[in-house]
């Protein structure tokens, strides 16, 4: 993902040269500290005489390269912010571009949950990557490599304390990251088992609470929780033991410093101010590599998340986009031929087989059939929601296959049982079938979808606001918003998967007698389980175990379908 980085290069390159000149100031100070002690107030070259001038001119040069620092500092931090936010924003943004091209079946593979998570947190912990790298680890590296080199031009004696406290920070920090990094991996995987329960109870309220399943629900989500907080623990307690072992080996680190020094200011070697400004080094050093630990979790679990994040934009959708974009001479046929489908993971085994079938333009088709017959699955090859596993679907005498998605989607407009309502006006909501309409038309074809009567009544009218999941409709109301909206399409085709199962016998005839008037150009085909529903249609196609069984109008198949006379008793015949 290091392409990301290249529009921000220059913000890339300035961090680390701002922290660049913030630890030269660091470095600088024990240095001017030592001259304040050995000659300020010691007077080692004066006879034992301090020099109060010495120490003011000094302490302001102090000051002025600390505020020097800090601006260096602030700056690093600008920059990388900068850097690391519009990475994370474009990955972010490409993320979830790649998320709405996946087919459904990609979708389900990665499940919600995991997907939001990566979008989200896995996303978030890689922009704390980039910034630990471009500042952190750079401020942490120049204060362990200058500390050293600081510390060897006070007195090579020094070196020692450091070659020895090295080594054992250094298999220190091995150890532990290397016990840690898997922990990261299996972190996330259960962050994502937190928001699949949490989205799932979100968006299925109202079904927990009519089965007042609260405390069940209460009682997945703490075990998904508790999963997340033990592995979280497990991390956290696995560095709580490091602490005090590097904070151990720091200590005496600086003790064997002042050792040593005292040794060397006994035969004259170095200077008290050395000393001080050795212990200052060493402790520069030592928490160099402390924090060093802190950046190596940030890493190890960036790139934990980074490998998540490449899964989904390395993951190329499997339906793959055709070339043709033209306008057909043909406006909405629709022609299965020989068509087999299956769903992955299910053993090859057939939703649809060997299906065959021409819907004419203009012609009304009704679809029925038993639950799980293939209906549905069936609709979703017209728009590519899925390929077909073997024959052809074609839409105006041309294979989906060979069009855009985008050109072929066009074509088609969907009502789906479950009315997808967002949380925005109803106005919005509608508008979402063309954007560019204006009030008359959203009004008409509210009003052949018989939604306009209950949308006046409201008081705010088209304006009124929806809740999140459409919940301050009703069932048909939020099924008459999205047949409004499917209609204000305008496309070729126009598909309800038992969109008008939440309407009343009356209210269903009402709007396929406005369809029928209001758009006789438009094909459309009716998935439903009432044959009330089909009675009327040009044809209705009858589904068994995703074969057709029989084809024709209402007489036409009380006359010759024993399972349409069979569904047509157990529903009408009194």
Not at 86 to 107: C, H, L, P, W
Not at 288 to 309: D, N
Not at 315 to 322: K, L, R, V, Y
Request: net charge negative; glycine share 8%; charged share 20%.
């Amino acid at each position: 993902m290091g392409r990301y980085l290249k529009k921000y290069w220059l913000f890339f390159i300035l961090a680390p040269l701002f922290m660049l000149g913030e630890v030269s100031m660091d470095l600088l100070q024990p240095r001017l500290m030592a001259d304040i002690v050995d000659e300020g107030v010691l007077g080692l070259s004066s006879g034992g005489v301090g020099d109060m001038g010495l120490v003011i001119h000094t302490g302001l040069r102090m000051i002025g390269l600390v505020l020097f620092g800090c601006f260096c500092g602030v700056m690093s931090g600008v920059f990388a912010n900068l850097c690391s936010q519009n990475y994370g924003n474009d990955i972010r943004k490409d993320a979830f571009r790649k998320v709405m091209s996946f087919s459904f079946e990609q979708t389900d593979r990665f499940s919600t949950g995991s997907l939001i998570t990566r979008v989200t947190n896995d996303i978030t912990q890689v922009q704390n990557l980039v910034s630990q790298c471009i500042r952190g680890f750079v401020r942490t590296f120049l204060l362990f490599a200058g500390g050293i080199l600081c510390m060897l031009t006070l007195d090579l004696s020094f070196g020692v304390v450091v070659a020895c406290a090295l080594p054992l920070i250094i298999v220190c920090v091995a150890f532990f990251i290397a016990k840690a990094n898997p922990m990261f991996t299996i972190l996330q995987d259960k962050l994502d088992g937190v928001n699949n329960v949490m989205q799932e109870n979100v968006s299925g309220t109202r079904v927990v609470k009519a089965y007042v399943k609260e405390e069940y629900e209460k009682k997945r989500f703490g075990a998904a929780n508790g999963e997340l907080v033990g592995t979280q623990l497990d991390v956290l307690l696995l560095f709580s033991y490091m602490t005090p072992i590097m904070n151990i080996i720091l200590n005496v680190s600086v003790v064997a410093v002042i050792k040593v020094g005292a040794i060397e200011v006994g035969v004259g070697n170095v200077s008290p101010g050395d000393v001080m400004a050795a212990i200052t080094y060493i402790s520069q050093i030592l928490n160099a590599v402390m924090r060093m630990t802190m950046i190596f979790q940030t890493v190890s679990r960036g790139a934990a998340s980074g490998r998540r994040i490449k899964e989904v934009l390395a993951c190329e959708p499997s339906i793959a986009d055709g070339n043709y974009m033209g306008e057909t001479t043909i406006k909405g046929k629709v022609e299965f031929k020989d068509v087999s489908f299956s769903y992955s993971g299910m053993g090859g085994e057939k939703v649809i087989e060997h299906f065959s079938l021409t819907i004419e333009p203009g012609e009304t088709l009704g679809i029925l059939g038993a639950t799980g017959c293939g209906k549905s699955t069936l609709v979703n090859l017209i728009p590519r929601f899925y390929d077909v596993t073997d024959g052809q679907v074609l839409v105006d005498d041309v294979d989906v296959k060979e069009y855009t998605l985008s050109a072929l989607r066009r074509k088609v407009a969907m009502a789906l049982q479950k009315s997808e309502i967002f949380s925005t006006t109803i106005r919005e909501n509608i508008a979402w079938g063309d954007p560019q309409a204006d009030e008359d038309r959203i009004r008409h074809v509210a009003d052949v979808a018989q939604a306009l009567e209950f949308i006046e009544g409201k008081e705010e009218g088209l304006d009124m606001q929806v809740a999140q999941g459409g919940h301050s409709l009703s069932g048909g109301q939020k099924q008459r918003v999205a047949i409004s909206r499917a209609i204000l399409k305008n496309a070729e085709i126009l598909i309800f998967d038992d969109t008008t199962s939440a309407l009343d016998l009356k209210t269903e005839a009402k709007l396929y007698k406005a369809l029928k008037k209001e758009y006789p150009h438009m094909t459309k085909i009716i998935i439903a389980q009432r044959i009330a529903s089909v009675k009327d249609a040009d044809r209705i196609a009858v589904i068994e175990n995703g074969c057709l069984a029989a084809l024709g109008n209402h007489e036409e198949l009380i006359e010759n379908s024993e399972i349409y006379r069979d569904i047509y008793d157990s529903q009408l015949k009194k």
